[in-house]
Protein backbone atom coordinates (compact mmCIF):
# COMPACT_ATOMS: atom_id res chain seq x y z
CA UNK A 1 0.00 0.00 0.00
CA UNK A 2 1.70 3.03 -1.23
CA UNK A 3 -0.44 5.88 1.15
CA UNK A 4 -2.14 5.50 4.07
CA UNK A 5 -5.33 4.19 4.53
CA UNK A 6 -8.11 4.51 6.79
CA UNK A 7 -11.82 2.43 7.11
CA UNK A 8 -14.30 3.53 9.15
CA UNK A 9 -16.90 1.14 9.80
CA UNK A 10 -20.46 2.55 11.66
CA UNK A 11 -23.65 1.29 12.40
CA UNK A 12 -22.69 -2.07 13.84
CA UNK A 13 -25.59 -4.02 14.84
CA UNK A 14 -23.47 -7.00 16.66
CA UNK A 15 -20.09 -8.11 16.74
CA UNK A 16 -18.99 -11.96 16.45
CA UNK A 17 -15.42 -11.34 18.24
CA UNK A 18 -14.45 -14.96 17.01
CA UNK A 19 -12.95 -15.40 21.19
CA UNK A 20 -14.74 -18.22 23.32
CA UNK A 21 -14.50 -16.16 26.41
CA UNK A 22 -16.48 -13.39 24.81
CA UNK A 23 -18.30 -13.96 21.43
CA UNK A 24 -20.51 -11.41 21.67
CA UNK A 25 -19.22 -7.77 21.49
CA UNK A 26 -21.73 -4.52 22.11
CA UNK A 27 -20.04 -1.86 19.83
CA UNK A 28 -21.07 0.43 16.64
CA UNK A 29 -17.82 1.41 15.46
CA UNK A 30 -14.70 -0.24 14.20
CA UNK A 31 -11.54 1.27 12.30
CA UNK A 32 -8.68 0.30 11.27
CA UNK A 33 -5.66 1.87 9.93
CA UNK A 34 -3.25 0.40 7.26
CA UNK A 35 -5.27 -2.64 7.35
CA UNK A 36 -4.89 -2.82 10.85
CA UNK A 37 -8.04 -2.24 14.02
CA UNK A 38 -7.08 0.35 15.48
CA UNK A 39 -10.18 0.90 17.56
CA UNK A 40 -13.31 -0.69 18.46
CA UNK A 41 -16.12 0.87 20.44
CA UNK A 42 -18.28 4.18 19.97
CA UNK A 43 -18.17 6.20 17.28
CA UNK A 44 -18.18 9.04 19.21
CA UNK A 45 -15.16 8.26 21.13
CA UNK A 46 -12.91 8.00 17.79
CA UNK A 47 -11.33 10.31 15.74
CA UNK A 48 -12.87 9.56 12.32
CA UNK A 49 -11.41 12.66 10.11
CA UNK A 50 -9.33 11.59 7.39
CA UNK A 51 -11.10 8.02 6.13
CA UNK A 52 -10.55 6.73 2.91
CA UNK A 53 -13.40 4.36 2.92
CA UNK A 54 -16.76 4.47 5.05
CA UNK A 55 -19.02 1.76 5.51
CA UNK A 56 -22.29 2.07 7.11
CA UNK A 57 -22.91 -1.61 8.36
CA UNK A 58 -26.79 -0.65 8.33
CA UNK A 59 -27.14 -2.95 11.98
CA UNK A 60 -25.54 -6.03 10.38
CA UNK A 61 -23.35 -8.41 12.35
CA UNK A 62 -19.26 -7.89 12.13
CA UNK A 63 -17.11 -10.63 12.51
CA UNK A 64 -13.59 -11.71 11.47
CA UNK A 65 -13.32 -13.41 8.03
CA UNK A 66 -13.92 -16.97 8.85
CA UNK A 67 -10.69 -19.26 8.52
CA UNK A 68 -10.51 -22.07 6.98
CA UNK A 69 -8.19 -24.62 8.74
CA UNK A 70 -8.23 -27.29 5.42
CA UNK A 71 -8.03 -26.64 1.86
CA UNK A 72 -5.99 -28.02 -0.45
CA UNK A 73 -4.96 -25.42 -3.09
CA UNK A 74 -2.67 -25.59 -6.20
CA UNK A 75 -2.06 -22.81 -8.23
CA UNK A 76 -3.86 -19.68 -8.77
CA UNK A 77 -7.38 -19.53 -8.45
CA UNK A 78 -7.67 -23.18 -10.39
CA UNK A 79 -7.91 -26.84 -9.20
CA UNK A 80 -7.39 -29.38 -11.14
CA UNK A 81 -8.90 -31.90 -8.62
CA UNK A 82 -12.49 -30.97 -9.98
CA UNK A 83 -11.25 -28.83 -13.70
CA UNK A 84 -12.71 -26.23 -11.07
CA UNK A 85 -11.97 -22.21 -11.34
CA UNK A 86 -12.47 -19.60 -9.19
CA UNK A 87 -13.43 -21.69 -6.28
CA UNK A 88 -11.37 -19.07 -3.86
CA UNK A 89 -13.39 -16.58 -5.13
CA UNK A 90 -16.71 -18.25 -4.47
CA UNK A 91 -15.54 -19.27 -1.01
CA UNK A 92 -14.68 -15.41 -0.33
CA UNK A 93 -18.38 -15.68 -0.95
CA UNK A 94 -19.10 -17.61 1.79
CA UNK A 95 -17.13 -15.23 4.09
CA UNK A 96 -13.67 -17.14 4.34
CA UNK A 97 -10.65 -14.27 3.91
CA UNK A 98 -8.03 -16.93 4.89
CA UNK A 99 -7.51 -20.26 3.98
CA UNK A 100 -4.13 -22.87 5.18
CA UNK A 101 -2.84 -25.56 2.81
CA UNK A 102 -2.89 -29.40 3.69
CA UNK A 103 -0.54 -29.33 1.16
CA UNK A 104 -0.94 -29.21 -2.82
CA UNK A 105 -1.25 -32.80 -3.41
CA UNK A 106 -3.54 -32.04 -6.57
CA UNK A 107 -0.60 -31.18 -8.09
CA UNK A 108 -0.58 -32.81 -11.22
CA UNK A 109 3.19 -34.47 -11.08
CA UNK A 110 3.73 -33.53 -8.29
CA UNK A 111 7.09 -34.25 -7.17
CA UNK A 112 7.59 -36.99 -4.25
CA UNK A 113 11.76 -37.04 -4.30
CA UNK A 114 13.11 -34.68 -1.74
CA UNK A 115 14.54 -31.97 -3.35
CA UNK A 116 11.53 -32.11 -5.91
CA UNK A 117 9.15 -31.41 -3.20
CA UNK A 118 10.95 -29.01 -1.63
CA UNK A 119 11.22 -26.51 -4.76
CA UNK A 120 7.35 -27.16 -5.28
CA UNK A 121 6.77 -25.87 -1.34
CA UNK A 122 8.37 -23.17 -1.45
CA UNK A 123 6.95 -22.38 -5.32
CA UNK A 124 3.84 -22.93 -3.96
CA UNK A 125 4.38 -20.78 -0.80
CA UNK A 126 5.73 -17.84 -3.37
CA UNK A 127 2.97 -18.07 -5.65
CA UNK A 128 0.36 -17.53 -3.08
CA UNK A 129 2.18 -15.09 -1.38
CA UNK A 130 2.56 -13.01 -4.46
CA UNK A 131 -1.09 -13.53 -5.37
CA UNK A 132 -4.02 -13.61 -3.87
CA UNK A 133 -7.06 -15.27 -5.41
CA UNK A 134 -9.62 -11.73 -5.00
CA UNK A 135 -7.42 -10.62 -2.15
CA UNK A 136 -7.94 -13.94 0.02
CA UNK A 137 -4.95 -14.86 1.93
CA UNK A 138 -3.49 -18.52 1.19
CA UNK A 139 -1.18 -19.66 3.80
CA UNK A 140 0.14 -22.50 1.42
CA UNK A 141 3.64 -24.43 0.65
CA UNK A 142 3.13 -27.64 2.64
CA UNK A 143 5.01 -29.97 1.89
CA UNK A 144 4.43 -33.88 2.46
CA UNK A 145 6.70 -35.78 4.31
CA UNK A 146 8.46 -38.47 2.38
CA UNK A 147 10.82 -41.18 3.56
CA UNK A 148 14.57 -39.78 3.56
CA UNK A 149 14.03 -36.17 4.46
CA UNK A 150 16.38 -35.30 7.48
CA UNK A 151 16.70 -32.29 9.84
CA UNK A 152 18.54 -29.87 7.68
CA UNK A 153 15.18 -30.09 5.14
CA UNK A 154 12.64 -28.46 7.45
CA UNK A 155 16.05 -26.33 8.83
CA UNK A 156 16.25 -25.35 4.98
CA UNK A 157 12.46 -25.31 4.44
CA UNK A 158 11.71 -22.85 7.48
CA UNK A 159 14.29 -20.65 6.10
CA UNK A 160 12.89 -20.08 2.65
CA UNK A 161 9.28 -19.04 4.29
CA UNK A 162 7.51 -22.82 4.75
CA UNK A 163 5.27 -22.56 7.76
CA UNK A 164 3.08 -25.43 7.63
CA UNK A 165 3.71 -29.32 6.78
CA UNK A 166 0.89 -30.72 4.53
CA UNK A 167 -0.89 -33.85 6.26
CA UNK A 168 1.06 -36.44 7.33
CA UNK A 169 0.10 -39.61 5.84
CA UNK A 170 -0.20 -38.84 2.21
CA UNK A 171 3.07 -39.37 1.49
CA UNK A 172 5.15 -42.35 2.03
CA UNK A 173 5.78 -42.21 5.89
CA UNK A 174 3.11 -44.38 7.51
CA UNK A 175 4.55 -44.96 11.05
CA UNK A 176 4.35 -43.09 13.90
CA UNK A 177 8.14 -43.22 14.52
CA UNK A 178 9.26 -41.82 11.41
CA UNK A 179 6.59 -39.25 11.27
CA UNK A 180 6.92 -38.08 15.17
CA UNK A 181 10.82 -37.49 14.40
CA UNK A 182 9.90 -35.57 11.05
CA UNK A 183 7.19 -33.60 12.66
CA UNK A 184 9.43 -32.99 15.66
CA UNK A 185 12.22 -31.47 13.18
CA UNK A 186 9.84 -29.39 11.65
CA UNK A 187 8.57 -28.05 15.12
CA UNK A 188 12.26 -27.08 16.26
CA UNK A 189 11.97 -24.58 12.53
CA UNK A 190 8.82 -22.98 13.47
CA UNK A 191 7.18 -25.14 10.97
CA UNK A 192 3.42 -26.17 11.97
CA UNK A 193 2.10 -29.61 11.36
CA UNK A 194 -1.33 -31.56 10.51
CA UNK A 195 -1.93 -35.55 9.84
CA UNK A 196 -4.42 -37.20 7.63
CA UNK A 197 -6.84 -39.20 10.27
CA UNK A 198 -9.06 -41.60 9.14
CA UNK A 199 -9.13 -44.28 6.35
CA UNK A 200 -8.20 -43.21 2.42
CA UNK A 201 -9.83 -40.53 1.60
CA UNK A 202 -9.15 -41.35 -2.72
CA UNK A 203 -7.07 -44.37 -4.37
CA UNK A 204 -3.53 -44.15 -3.23
CA UNK A 205 -3.63 -43.04 0.54
CA UNK A 206 -3.84 -44.82 3.50
CA UNK A 207 -5.42 -45.39 6.94
CA UNK A 208 -4.18 -43.36 9.82
CA UNK A 209 -5.40 -44.65 12.99
CA UNK A 210 -5.48 -43.26 16.31
CA UNK A 211 -2.25 -44.72 17.86
CA UNK A 212 -0.38 -43.17 14.68
CA UNK A 213 -1.77 -39.58 15.61
CA UNK A 214 -1.04 -39.64 18.91
CA UNK A 215 2.84 -40.97 18.06
CA UNK A 216 3.17 -38.40 15.47
CA UNK A 217 2.24 -35.77 17.66
CA UNK A 218 1.43 -32.61 15.05
CA UNK A 219 -0.61 -29.76 16.42
CA UNK A 220 -3.47 -30.31 14.55
CA UNK A 221 -5.70 -33.93 14.68
CA UNK A 222 -6.62 -33.23 10.75
CA UNK A 223 -10.09 -34.29 10.23
CA UNK A 224 -10.87 -35.84 13.39
CA UNK A 225 -14.01 -36.37 11.55
CA UNK A 226 -12.77 -38.35 8.75
CA UNK A 227 -11.80 -37.06 5.04
CA UNK A 228 -14.04 -38.89 4.09
CA UNK A 229 -13.77 -42.56 6.00
CA UNK A 230 -13.85 -41.33 9.89
CA UNK A 231 -11.97 -43.68 12.60
CA UNK A 232 -14.03 -45.91 14.80
CA UNK A 233 -15.63 -44.11 17.65
CA UNK A 234 -13.36 -45.35 20.60
CA UNK A 235 -11.02 -44.30 18.38
CA UNK A 236 -11.96 -40.45 17.45
CA UNK A 237 -12.99 -40.79 21.78
CA UNK A 238 -9.72 -41.77 22.38
CA UNK A 239 -7.94 -38.36 20.66
CA UNK A 240 -10.34 -36.02 22.13
CA UNK A 241 -9.14 -37.48 25.65
CA UNK A 242 -5.46 -37.27 25.01
CA UNK A 243 -4.26 -34.53 22.28
CA UNK A 244 -3.51 -30.97 23.19
CA UNK A 245 -3.25 -30.52 19.32
CA UNK A 246 -6.49 -28.68 17.78
CA UNK A 247 -9.28 -30.85 16.78
CA UNK A 248 -10.01 -30.23 13.60
CA UNK A 249 -13.76 -30.72 12.14
CA UNK A 250 -13.70 -31.26 8.06
CA UNK A 251 -17.12 -30.11 5.67
CA UNK A 252 -15.56 -33.05 3.59
CA UNK A 253 -15.80 -35.58 6.63
CA UNK A 254 -18.04 -37.39 8.55
CA UNK A 255 -21.03 -35.59 9.98
CA UNK A 256 -21.71 -37.97 12.82
CA UNK A 257 -18.30 -38.90 13.48
CA UNK A 258 -17.56 -34.13 13.71
CA UNK A 259 -20.89 -34.11 16.42
CA UNK A 260 -19.58 -37.30 18.37
CA UNK A 261 -16.01 -34.98 18.21
CA UNK A 262 -17.62 -32.05 19.46
CA UNK A 263 -19.86 -33.69 21.91
CA UNK A 264 -16.67 -35.25 23.66
CA UNK A 265 -14.79 -32.33 23.41
CA UNK A 266 -17.35 -30.68 25.17
CA UNK A 267 -17.97 -33.10 28.33
CA UNK A 268 -13.64 -32.72 28.73
CA UNK A 269 -13.96 -28.97 28.70
CA UNK A 270 -11.98 -28.90 25.13
CA UNK A 271 -13.82 -27.00 22.83
CA UNK A 272 -11.21 -24.28 22.39
CA UNK A 273 -9.41 -26.86 20.61
CA UNK A 274 -12.07 -27.19 17.59
CA UNK A 275 -11.38 -25.74 14.65
CA UNK A 276 -12.96 -25.90 11.05
CA UNK A 277 -11.82 -26.57 7.62
CA UNK A 278 -13.91 -27.66 4.43
CA UNK A 279 -11.00 -30.13 3.19
CA UNK A 280 -11.57 -29.12 -0.28
CA UNK A 281 -10.69 -29.14 -3.38
CA UNK A 282 -11.32 -32.94 -2.79
CA UNK A 283 -13.14 -35.89 -3.98
CA UNK A 284 -16.61 -33.94 -2.82
CA UNK A 285 -15.37 -31.30 -4.39
CA UNK A 286 -15.06 -27.15 -3.83
CA UNK A 287 -17.36 -26.13 -0.63
CA UNK A 288 -17.73 -21.63 -1.35
CA UNK A 289 -20.07 -21.79 1.79
CA UNK A 290 -18.65 -25.08 3.63
CA UNK A 291 -17.28 -23.52 6.88
CA UNK A 292 -20.87 -21.46 7.12
CA UNK A 293 -22.65 -24.87 7.04
CA UNK A 294 -20.82 -27.01 9.42
CA UNK A 295 -21.13 -24.05 12.04
CA UNK A 296 -24.97 -24.14 11.37
CA UNK A 297 -24.81 -27.77 11.32
CA UNK A 298 -22.66 -27.92 14.42
CA UNK A 299 -24.74 -25.57 16.48
CA UNK A 300 -28.19 -27.10 15.08
CA UNK A 301 -27.50 -30.67 16.05
CA UNK A 302 -24.45 -30.18 18.33
CA UNK A 303 -26.10 -28.17 20.57
CA UNK A 304 -23.93 -25.07 20.31
CA UNK A 305 -24.55 -21.79 21.07
CA UNK A 306 -24.27 -19.88 17.16
CA UNK A 307 -21.80 -17.41 18.65
CA UNK A 308 -19.78 -20.07 20.39
CA UNK A 309 -19.84 -22.12 16.78
CA UNK A 310 -18.76 -19.28 15.26
CA UNK A 311 -15.24 -18.87 17.31
CA UNK A 312 -14.50 -22.57 15.80
CA UNK A 313 -13.74 -21.18 12.36
CA UNK A 314 -12.61 -17.66 13.31
CA UNK A 315 -10.61 -17.39 16.94
CA UNK A 316 -10.08 -20.52 17.79
CA UNK A 317 -8.33 -21.19 14.36
CA UNK A 318 -6.12 -17.86 14.79
CA UNK A 319 -4.95 -19.03 17.85
CA UNK A 320 -4.18 -22.53 17.38
CA UNK A 321 -2.10 -21.70 13.98
CA UNK A 322 -1.02 -18.90 15.52
CA UNK A 323 -2.71 -16.35 12.86
CA UNK A 324 -2.93 -12.46 13.18
CA UNK A 325 -6.46 -12.46 11.61
CA UNK A 326 -9.87 -14.54 13.28
CA UNK A 327 -10.13 -12.42 16.64
CA UNK A 328 -11.86 -8.45 16.47
CA UNK A 329 -9.23 -6.67 18.18
CA UNK A 330 -6.91 -4.03 18.18
CA UNK A 331 -3.58 -4.87 16.40
CA UNK A 332 -5.08 -7.57 14.24
CA UNK A 333 -5.75 -7.29 10.85
CA UNK A 334 -8.91 -6.07 9.61
CA UNK A 335 -9.85 -8.49 7.87
CA UNK A 336 -13.75 -9.07 8.39
CA UNK A 337 -17.40 -10.21 7.08
CA UNK A 338 -20.26 -8.39 7.70
CA UNK A 339 -23.79 -11.14 7.79
CA UNK A 340 -27.24 -11.15 8.61
CA UNK A 341 -30.17 -13.27 9.07
CA UNK A 342 -30.75 -15.07 5.63
CA UNK A 343 -34.17 -13.66 4.14
CA UNK A 344 -37.29 -15.81 5.28
CA UNK A 345 -35.15 -17.74 7.65
CA UNK A 346 -36.96 -18.98 10.50
CA UNK A 347 -35.80 -17.46 14.02
CA UNK A 348 -35.89 -14.58 16.32
CA UNK A 349 -32.49 -13.23 15.48
CA UNK A 350 -29.56 -14.25 13.02
CA UNK A 351 -28.31 -15.78 15.85
CA UNK A 352 -31.29 -18.30 16.98
CA UNK A 353 -31.78 -18.57 12.84
CA UNK A 354 -27.99 -20.39 12.78
CA UNK A 355 -29.40 -22.44 16.08
CA UNK A 356 -32.26 -23.79 13.90
CA UNK A 357 -29.28 -24.88 11.28
CA UNK A 358 -29.76 -22.03 8.53
CA UNK A 359 -26.90 -20.04 7.15
CA UNK A 360 -26.69 -16.42 7.40
CA UNK A 361 -26.45 -14.24 4.79
CA UNK A 362 -23.38 -12.75 3.60
CA UNK A 363 -23.16 -9.03 3.27
CA UNK A 364 -19.84 -7.51 2.54
CA UNK A 365 -16.22 -8.58 2.81
CA UNK A 366 -12.88 -7.30 4.00
CA UNK A 367 -9.56 -7.87 3.83
CA UNK A 368 -6.92 -6.12 5.06
CA UNK A 369 -8.94 -2.69 5.59
CA UNK A 370 -10.42 -2.90 1.81
CA UNK A 371 -13.63 -3.91 0.56
CA UNK A 372 -13.20 -6.72 -1.41
CA UNK A 373 -17.19 -8.18 -2.08
CA UNK A 374 -20.64 -7.21 -1.76
CA UNK A 375 -23.41 -8.76 -1.14
CA UNK A 376 -22.66 -12.80 -1.19
CA UNK A 377 -23.53 -14.51 -4.66
CA UNK A 378 -23.56 -17.74 -2.62
CA UNK A 379 -24.87 -17.46 0.47
CA UNK A 380 -29.44 -16.90 0.44
CA UNK A 381 -29.61 -13.15 0.47
CA UNK A 382 -28.99 -11.60 3.95
CA UNK A 383 -32.21 -9.26 5.37
CA UNK A 384 -29.91 -5.99 5.63
CA UNK A 385 -26.73 -5.77 3.86
CA UNK A 386 -23.45 -2.73 4.45
CA UNK A 387 -23.41 0.17 2.16
CA UNK A 388 -20.05 1.37 1.19
CA UNK A 389 -20.22 4.96 1.58
CA UNK A 390 -16.76 6.25 1.26
CA UNK A 391 -14.40 4.50 -1.41
CA UNK A 392 -11.06 4.98 -2.28
CA UNK A 393 -10.25 7.29 -5.44
CA UNK A 394 -8.95 4.20 -7.17
CA UNK A 395 -9.66 0.95 -7.78
CA UNK A 396 -12.29 -0.37 -5.70
CA UNK A 397 -11.94 -3.78 -4.69
CA UNK A 398 -8.10 -3.62 -4.28
CA UNK A 399 -6.73 -5.32 -7.32
CA UNK A 400 -3.49 -7.83 -6.60
ZN1 LIG B 1 -6.71 -35.87 4.47
Redesign the pocket.
Known sequence: MSSSSKLVIRNIGMILTGRMEEPIMDAECVIAEDGRITAIGKEDDFDTSGSTTEVDAHGTTLSPGLIDS?VHPVVGDYTPRQQQLNWIDSTLHGGVTCMIS??EVHMPGRPKDIIGLKAMSIAAQRWYDNFRPSGVKVLAGAPVIEHGMEEHDFQELAAAGVKFLG?V??GTVKDGKTAGQMVSWARKYGIQST????GP?IPG?GLIDADMVLETGTDVV??ING?HSALPDDQIKCLCENCKAALEI?HNGNERAALLTLNTARELGKLDQIILGT?GP?GSGVQPLGILRIIAMLSSLGNVKAENAWCFGTGNTALRRSLDCGIVEVGRAADFVFVDQAQHAPGKNMLESIQLGNLPGVGMTVIDGIVRTGRSRNTPPAQKVPELTRAPPASLGGGH
Open positions: HAGEGLIHTGSSGHGVDA
